[in-house]
């Protein structure tokens, strides 16, 4: 009886190993996967160090039997689809790609090599995938559902601040999830009673003026929607949240740990790491389109009440009370 367990152990665990993954160990050459971001390397390193960490733990680990070819793009979009370009060309096993726009142009690259996409906005409402239970085709990954969070992201920047009446927004507009958190954020404000101020941005110089416009227009606070350029410009604008006094929803909690004031989203460290299960599942034979598009198991309320202080905000005691964590 041992030693028949000991076979259907051995045989359940070579079912899944895909050729690829098989062929690698046979031959000692590691399996080599894009990453494919309009993010910075400087800006974003933790939370790609949490996804290397989830794969070490699934037993994958780069220099060993594994090689990450990067490309980041410094928030420039135009330069994705020639980076995705380079990695397809380079015979990656598979790609794994961040945000909307990363999405987009690794899904615009090819249809046969397998992607993961990691902090996409709603990849139903952007036309990546029909489907989040079988996405079918050759994408899968992790999904924040941005537009379900962006109401309660405005909901709760308005709780912080009850006397707001105008709140100007901050945005990427050529970043494809955009239009639908705009959109929801303007139901949200029907439901509150407040007047939002659109403002575009794609540089840092664009943000400075997006600031000095919602200084001019009076604003009461500011919500930056997410995109890839929210957590490369984090510095800039808590900077300038600072100065001008107005208490601003940042993206996640890694901004407000770096001085901003508060955020409600997903654990980036959390579903990074995540990131690294569908990785390692289709690297062991499984189908991309087989596998169901996850969502992160907690949203955080993180508060900072370090700058609250410094732009002179009191933050009600209710809200306070239901944040999951609070930087003193």
């Not at 080599?32 to 037993?59: C, H, P």
């Not at 494809?176 to 110089?205: K, S, T």
């Amino acid at each position: 009886m041992t030693s028949r367990r000991t076979f259907l152990g051995v045989l359940s665990l070579g079912l899944l190993v895909s050729p690829l993954a098989a062929g690698a160990q046979q031959t000692g050459k590691p399996v080599r996967i894009g990453v494919l971001t309009a993010q910075s390397r400087a800006t974003s390193t933790a939370s790609w160090e949490s996804f290397r960490e989830g794969l070490r733990d699934l037993g994958w680990e780069d220099g060993r039997n594994l090689v990450i070819v990067e490309r980041f793009t410094d928030g420039d979009f135009d330069r994705l689809a020639v980076a995705a370009d380079e990695l397809v060309k380079l015979n990656v096993a598979l790609i794994v790609t961040a945000n909307s726009p990363g999405a987009r142009a690794a899904i615009s690259a090819t249809k046969t090599v397998p992607i993961v996409m990691v902090e996409v906005g709603d990849p139903v409402a952007t036309g990546f995938v029909t489907n989040l239970a079988r996405p079918g085709g050759n994408v899968t990954g992790i999904s924040l559902m941005l537009l379900d969070l962006t109401q309660k992201r405005l909901a709760i920047l308005k709780e912080a601040v009850p006397r707001a009446t105008r709140i100007a927004v901050i945005m990427n507009p050529d970043d494809p999830i955009i239009p639908m958190q705009w959109r929801e954020a303007g139901i949200a404000a029907g439901r509150l009673g407040v007047r939002l101020q659109r403002l575009d941005i794609r540089n840092v110089d664009d943000l400075r003026r997006a600031f000095e416009a919602a200084v001019k227009d009076k604003a009461d606070a500011v919500l930056r929607l997410a995109d890839p350029l929210a957590g490369m410009l984090n510095a800039e604008t808590v900077e300038l949240a600072t100065r001008h006094r107005l208490p601003t929803m940042l993206r996640n909690r890694l901004e407000v740990e770096a001085g901003g004031l508060m955020s409600y989203y997903p654990n980036a460290r959390d579903y990074y790491r995540q990131a690294a299960s569908p990785v390692d599942k289709i690297l062991r034979g499984a189908k991309p389109g087989d596998l169901p598009i996850e969502q992160p198991t907690r949203i955080e309320l993180v508060i900072n009440l370090k700058t609250a202080r410094a732009i002179g905000l009191t933050i009600p005691p209710s809200l306070l009370g239901r944040a999951d964590v609070i930087i003193q």
